[in-house]
Structures are given as C-alpha cells and as structure tokens.
C-alpha cells in the first residue's frame, strides 16, 4: 500500500517559534511592527503576519515608527546602532543560538583571534555575524580550498544551519597550518536533528517533497542532501506540486516522504499533505492537524 | 648503480640539541651532572655523556647534588616541586615546544576546559604534561572510540612527535559532541618534516635502514610509517646491522634510505652509513661526516 511519512523534528525550531511569538506578541500589544527584512525566511508566514499589521521594510532607513522587531537572524551592529540612535523601541527576536554565535565572535575577536566563518556570505546571519567582527575576518563557503599560510591563532564560527560535514572539511584543512584553532561549533542541533530524521527518511522513499523557502539555507540544504539519495522536489506551497511527480510512486505502491525547513509554518505542510493524499487517491482520508500525519520512525515502512 | 640516500631533516631536533648543549656546558662549568631518566630517547648519546660526568637517575630521591638537568621531555610539577624544596641548582632543558604545551595545558586547566592529550600515556613528556592539569583531563592513544558525552568545552594539546593523522581523528570525534573546541596543535615541525621527507624517500627505495631508540616514539613512529611503504630495519646501533638485509638490493643494483629519529646523534648514523657502504661493496668509499651523504631530493633516483 502506498504510504506518506513526515520526517521527524520538520518544521518551526525553536528560534523560528520564539519569532513568530514575539512578533504575534508585539502586534497584538501595538496593532502594527516592522521588521528589517522578512521575520522568518517563509513568504506564506510573512504574509500571514502582514494581515495583523506586521510589515517587512528592506531598508532601516525606512523605519520610522515604534515598534522595531529584530527578526530570527539578527541584524548588524550597524544597522543596530541606526536603531537605538532613532530612540526606537526594539523587540529583539534574535535566535538565542544566532546570538550566542555573535558572544563568541566578539570574545574571539578582542583576544586576537584570526576569524574563519563557515557560512554563506550574503546570508542575512553572516552578514550579522561579521558586522560584529572589527579585525581579521573572512568568510569559507564550503569550498576545498583554503590559502595555505601558517596562522598562530584561528577562531571557526559556524553559520547555525551548516552541515556537520563542511566543518570538518575546514578543520582539516586548518589543522596542519594552525598552531591554535579554536572551533566554536555552533551548528545548531536543530538542524542535525532534522538533517538526519530526512535523510532517514529519504533513504526508505521514492520521492522526497522538501517543503520550505527558496531562499531558506537549511531547507536548500535539505533538499540537496534527500537528492542525493532519491527522487527530490523542493517545493513552497501546495500550489507548486504537479501530478506527474507521482505517477510512479502510486504505480509501485511505493513511499512518499516529507520534511520542511526551519521556517515552514504547520499549515503549509498540513496542506501540502492532504493535496497529496487527495492526488495519490485517498481524498477522503485528510488530516486536521499536523500531528495526525504518519511520521517515519525509522523501522521498515 | 647501487644507490644510498639519507633523508632530509634526519636526526636531532632543535630541542634534542639544544639539551644536548646545556648538558656539555654545565659538565664542563660543573664537572659532573645528573639528569632524572636518560637526557634523550638515545643510549649511545647517553653513555657518551657519562664519560663527562653526566649521569643519569631513574629515581628523584637519589638526587642530593647539585646541578641538576631537566632532560628534553621535561620532568612532572611534582618532581619539579621536590627539586626546588632541596635548594638544587636546576638546568632546564625541557624543550622549549614541550614547555609551550606546558603553558597551553595550565591556561586550558585555569579556563576550565575538559582537556584531552592526544598522546602515549607513559612517555614522560604526556606524564609531565598531565601533571601540570589539576581538573577534568584525559589522555587519548589514537584509538577509534571516545565516549559519546557532550561536551561544553574542550582543549586538545598534542604530545609534540604526534602524527598530524591521528589528530584529524580525534577532532573528527570531538567535533560533533563539542560546543567549543580548542585545539593547541603542540606537534613539532621538526617531527612532521622529518616524516615526509622520510616517507618521500621510503618510497623511492628497496630497503629503510630507521636509526633511533627503540625506545624512542618519533622513531617507532618513522619505522611503522616506512614500513608500510617497503621493507624497513629498526635498528639503535651499527652492531645491529646483518649483511643478509643487503642481498636483495645488491642483487637487483636498487636504492638503500636512511632516516634517523630526533635522538639520533650524527656519528651513529655516519657509522652506520660507512658499515653499509662496505657490505655493499664500496670499502673504500667512506664518509668523514654526515655532511657528506648524499641526501634525497624528492626527484628521481
């Protein structure tokens, strides 16, 4: 019989949830909010948000009124400074881990430490995190390479969503050049977490639907990581899934896996499940809520 | 034509010769010295200096003259602390890398870290090193398996003939279970140097002559490492060496290596280098120094 399966720790984390929280919180207190660029890499959320007076501006410049929400993660200290030298009343919704990689850069670069951050550079949180960085600092991107000279003193800051596996890419290569390498590993367990229920997941299906923004890193990385051992689509919304995609599945009987990202709401993988039950044939067999979906323990389907 | 080579970067290191120095000029200041166990990992070196007064003792408490030699590996906080109570003039030739892993150690302990040693838990550098660590600390012998706890923070510090392999393992199982990770990578230069350009030479050759200890680790190490490559005699002395070694390379007109371990003096390698040169058929052919031996370049025999 055909099945479908959520992986796992899908979803919201913990900082996504506190955002949304907070920003719930704000808007019901002041009827209105802004935040500097979306508050969660999700469009749907940010739209849902929209509708009780939460707005997005891209450019500080453009904020003028109270209350100001630091979205999930983080701003520069510029930007910040811009902020408190307007006298505006700031609601910081900054992940309590995206801001304790930002304590460790800050002791890391007042001891002298040579800065190597593994993340990805115009990635909002890296952005944030460097900002915080006054001397030598530079960015790896999960490249092979890295400039073969000898540092007495190298510091290693992880963007929270990074996989495990570029970071020992890049301590290997520091090693042998560093006399001290200081590795803050502040890949956020979360994100493990999850990484590995989908690939759990991904291992025993025919097709993986990865659910979550486009311009959502982790989810990106999900995405990546469930191709490489099945068929993958990485979708938004229920409006992007087509038909085709499971015509094989339903001819073999075989498995349907889902996961989301970090900012994925429970409403859009709610939805995007029952769409799926409907096209595979089950249309009268919905789920209400995002705990009735069959989740994958990691047994033989 | 039969060929012998001597590896780049045979024989003492910077620190090995450096004790070996302070030990002749305070024999000849003092008449006499003693050393707490052999001054270097090299029994020829060590008679040879008895001749000169320097002698060595395996028990602290036989000490009762003055001056004392802190050999290269340097001596346990204790010990240290028992020398200083009876007034002793002290002359320390704890190698200055060694005494830079001392200090890493101290400041880790101090700043609370959990410390890991990755090293030989009865060589007397790991013994005086881990001395110096009064809380939560661990020595680590590259084997596969470390407890699978979590880790707040962590501090690895090398025994300074490490192989920079066995490094990469540790971290590799650190990482994933550590917030914070600092590495002092407290292995020596001179050893990783003299490695490769012995392992550059062992692949180039039919048989390894490995001159050193057999009690010395950075000479275990070479041997093992050359051995993996082609056939590879241990030996300490040129007593040792027997002519049935040399039968195969003879026979074929093939290449002969030579690499001597950081306690290796000079004469015992140009000693074994001329009773080679005679078995192979060059009696009259000798060396007059180490300078002398034809040395490996990296490019083809």
């Known amino acids: 019989m055909l099945d479908i399966r959520l992986a796992k720790n899908s979803g919201f984390c913990f900082g996504v949830k506190r955002a949304i929280r907070l920003a719930e919180e704000t808007s019901e207190k002041y009827g209105k909010a802004t935040t500097i660029g979306p508050i969660i890499h999700n469009p749907q959320m940010v739209e849902k948000l929209s509708r009780v007076g939460v707005k997005a501006v891209d450019d500080i410049y453009q904020i003028t009124e109270s209350p100001v929400i630091i979205r999930s993660h983080g701003i520069t200290q510029e930007n910040l400074t811009i902020l408190k030298d307007k006298n505006l009343e700031i609601v910081d919704a900054t992940c309590p881990y995206v801001a304790r990689a930002h304590e460790y850069a800050i002791s890391a670069d007042e001891e002298n430490y040579h800065i190597i951050i593994l993340g990805n550079p115009t990635h909002p949180e890296i952005i944030a995190l460097k900002s915080r960085i006054h001397s030598n600092v530079q960015i790896w991107d999960s490249i092979e390479y890295i400039e073969k000279k000898e540092y007495t003193k190298v510091a290693v800051i992880c963007q929270t969503t990074q996989n495990i596996e570029n ?40 097709l993986m639907i990865v659910i979550g923004g486009k311009n959502s890193s982790n989810t990106l990385m999900l995405a990546k990581l469930c191709s490489e051992l099945t068929t993958t689509k990485h979708i938004e919304a229920a409006n992007e899934i087509s038909k085709v995609w499971f015509d094989e599945v339903i001819q073999k009987k075989g498995c349907i896996g889902l996961t989301a990202g970090a900012s994925t709401p429970d409403w859009i993988i709610l939805e995007i499940y029952n769409k799926i039950k409907a096209i595979v044939g089950y249309p009268n067999d919905f789920a209400q809520s995002i705990d009735e979906i069959p989740s994958y323990n990691e047994e033989p389907l």
């Open 167 to 206: 970071l020992h890419k890049l301590t290997s290569l520091l090693l042998p050049i560093t006399k001290e390498l200081r590795v803050f590993n502040t890949i956020c367990d979360a994100t493990n977490i999850r990484q590995s229920s989908s690939l759990a997941l991904a291992t025993a299906t025919d």
